[in-house]
């Protein structure tokens, strides 16, 4: 394995130089011999391949472990209820954090801080970080034994710096798979290549360096008008909440940040939402309405359109239109990830992972999955749940307690829970939509389906609610702050436009 | 030029798609419309090279122009002095913020939040968002033609995305050099390479990433025991106030947060401090001995040793030792740049921009240094100050000063200034050093040189010194309220461990 190749580097640590300093002064002295206690013991332990290179099945004498795939909305939902005196709990994730999605677009435009949105799961779950036998790791799924209850994994790497990657396994006695979807792109060409996707803080991070880049190339001398029309033409493809409430912040942030603090392009900054069909289309009618006119009013440019390629400076419309573009962001839905498509397991429509009216898997032990990755399988008779953070929460927390009465009815180790009396069926009930529009208004729409009757609400009081509803969902008190603290300091001071 | 080739790309944007919707409904007849707006805007405007591709010589009925480059201690502290009402002000740097570089350690481990230790241009000196003709360019500065008094600059570019760099010029009236300096790595192979250093934010944001990537990695299943240890060694190589700084707060970090938050692996994470010489030079011997002891009791390893070579896993001091590490933090000191190198221009001992009694660069018109990349030529019998934001400050406000005064005197123009009398020549007049060495502890050396007798304190009381002295001289409101409410939130809630 490539890891042990690399190991095999630090075979030759000299400790050859203490001996010349015995008469050096003692602070020298006890670090020397510090450092030779380093080299001496490492050379004292041969290099040799660790035997047992991931964790096995637990033992008698141990908890029962709940290994979770992904630190999602529904992962990390899961994780939170369940009860670390009943189980341990490994976590396997390439981050090591839950990404707070609602309140991200506001990060984008320096609203908020990136670090507000990111909650690490050791403060979701303090026993990941204490309990000998919890654990994180930075590291993907490869793979699923479900027969032999391990799942196969490979460490995350990045940069020249980092070792090569190395695989390791880890048995369950439960296992949860909670993966979550990636973005869409139809197959549309160039997409991948040119377009930014918003769903963790890093795609903030790079729309914002790239926003703030343009914003200062275009002020160059020696600049084109056309080059600097399309550096700071802004285009999101896709109508959906999260390109609704993106478009807003940035239009916004022009009305209010860029014409103060950019005074020379501030007539050049434009910013144009792309949507096949209708925007917000789970809204209700006069909601729709109310967030065209009002996104319009912000100078936001609404156009009907289908995309059919992507290149690095233009985007190709199906009517044969050319749209120039510095900044491109694409949110134009989910789908199952590769890792989901290549399991060996049932399938629901749509090929996320089938689940029963429990959140099992069918025809395999002790094994559940929740939010984007899985869906009812047609058995069930129930419709696939929309992608939501909503949706995504409330398994995560209906299973924690399914799993905590498992493991009290003594159904906590690997196919024992047979006999447990599950209880109540998973059941959703759709809460409502929020989105927010841009400075101080948004959309609340309470009803629990499109076809149902109920209160919606749009403006100024839905803004409170929206702000008031997500800063209750925000898991710490520590992120709860900061999030209120980057509220009232935008609020006096502007957003933040440091390219750091 | 590879700027213009670039843009021909865009020739041929179509507008032809609009008769066809002459029947839609009014949003998307409106949106499509705005669509062939741009579009034949640009078509109309020929594509033809512009003509000017830079700031010319100012006309008689334009402010006289003060060229600044560089956005470091020095160049800020001049912006922010001088008056927009007198000068023009046109900033040339590679980032448009200026970095308060004695928080900077503190941001590494989570203490402070990066954002909280960078200060937008725009906020230090309004103008140059808001007046016509004053400007922010992201760019590198390439050559100076002292004679015809014009600055060649080149944009700032990065990743595949961004336009190829185009060069561009800009006529000065007064220009000031504060370029600044760069890392020292004494030719000491593998530095550049494997090493971090810490006078960026994006150097903390690596050693963050770094620290936060190895604590994760350590504690996967299948890693050895010495790969684990090394992983977790984190060394420092230079005990000047920023090694000794970043160490202390590197152990601080552990002993609070480590422990707590990465239980499985507090035991194998160390921290060393390799100096040649002696820790904290500049401070009064009675300090030293109290920062060596504190820095030993909260687990910090000093070693005195040469660093002799530098791979990507381990260190090679002159006297054999290998030293294996994790994370490398590079700060052993400062030396000019190569674009001091490169300009033909008077040169202080050590390479640096001389300059006179008046900051002014002998044998040439309307050119000033100020700051790390400065020193005073032979002939004015004044020693080289060392690199210290304390002394760019100094030279900034005092030339800040100086130009307005001559910019009163009516010498603001090029060439215009040889009959002003510019008054009192620049004095540096040492304050004293301040260090912190971790947890709330931290020496204060209020002597004028190492010589001279005074006050020096170390302990808590020195720690609060040492944060209300560094509060008071973040630039903005902004900055300061985020500051406090960083140490705060670290105090209550411990620091952030999101790995973003």
Chains 1, 2 share one sequence.
């Not at 707070?100 to 609203?111: K, R």
């Not at 026993?127 to 993907?140: D, R, V």
């Not at 040119?194 to 729309?207: D, G, N, P, S, T």
Request: net charge positive.
């Amino acid at each position: 394995m490539a890891f042990f190749r690399n190991l095999s580097k630090f075979s030759a640590i000299k400790a050859s130089s203490t001996s010349r300093l015995r008469n050096a002064d003692p602070f020298v002295l006890s670090s020397f011999t510090w450092l030779s206690y380093l080299s001496t013991r490492i050379s004292d332990e041969k290099i040799e391949p660790v035997q047992c290179s991931g964790l096995g099945p637990t033992k008698p004498h141990e908890k029962p472990r709940v290994v979770v795939l992904g630190s999602g909305w529904a992962g990390c939902r899961l994780m939170k209820g369940l009860d670390p005196k009943l189980y341990d709990i490994v976590c396997v994730s390439p981050r090591n954090h839950m990404v707070f999605t609602p309140l991200l677009a506001s990060t984008c435009v320096g609203t908020l801080e990136f670090r507000s949105v990111a909650e690490p799961i050791g403060r979701i779950q303090p026993a990941i970080s204490t309990e000998p036998g919890s654990y994180f790791f930075l590291a993907n799924c490869t793979g699923i034994d479900a027969n032999k209850h391990v799942v196969h994994c490979e460490t995350v790497t990045e940069g020249i710096e980092t070792p090569e990657p190395w695989r390791f396994s880890v048995s369950y006695d439960k296992l949860v798979i909670a993966l979550g979807s990636q973005p869409s792109t139809f197959g549309i060409h160039g997409v991948k290549e040119h377009a930014i996707f918003l769903r963790e803080v890093y795609h903030a991070q790079e729309i914002r360096r790239r926003l703030l880049l343009n914003l200062m190339l275009s002020d160059v001398p020696g600049i084109t008008e056309e080059e600097k029309r399309r550096l700071l033409h802004c285009v999101v493809v896709g109508g959906g909440p999260t390109g609704v409430e993106f478009s807003g912040e940035l239009s916004d942030f022009i009305m209010r940040d860029v014409r103060q603090r950019y005074a020379h392009v501030k007539d050049y900054i434009h910013v144009t939402l792309i949507e096949a069909n209708e925007i917000l289309s789970s809204f209700d009618d006069r909601l729709r309405g109310y967030a065209t006119k009002q996104l319009t009013k912000s100078g936001v440019r609404l156009v009907r359109g289908i995309v059919k390629g992507v290149k690095a400076d233009k985007i190709l419309l199906d009517d044969g239109t050319e749209v120039p573009y510095g900044l491109l962001v694409w949110s134009t839905g989910v789908g199952p990830s590769p890792i989901i498509h290549s399991l060996d397991l049932p399938k629901a429509p749509g090929g996320r992972i089938g689940v029963d009216e429990w959140l099992r898997v069918p025809s395999v032990q002790d094994v559940f999955s929740i939010g984007d990755c899985s869906g009812f399988v047609e058995s069930t008779g129930k419709p696939t749940l929309p992608a939501l953070a909503q949706v995504a929460e409330r398994q995560g927390k209906y299973l924690a307690n399914l799993l905590n009465k498992i493991g009290n009815g003594g159904g906590g180790r690997a196919e024992c829970a047979k006999d447990i009396e599950l209880g109540e069926e998973f059941v959703y009930k759709h809460l409502g939509s929020m989105a927010t529009i841009g400075r101080f208004k948004a959309l609340v729409d309470l009803r629990e389906s499109k076809e149902a009757k109920g209160v919606s609400l749009a403006g100024f009081f839905s803004f409170f609610i929206w702000r008031s509803a997500y800063l209750t969902r925000v898991v710490s008190w520590r992120n709860r702050f900061y999030v209120v603290i980057n509220w009232v300091t935008t609020l006096v001071f502007g957003r933040d436009i440091s390219r750091i």
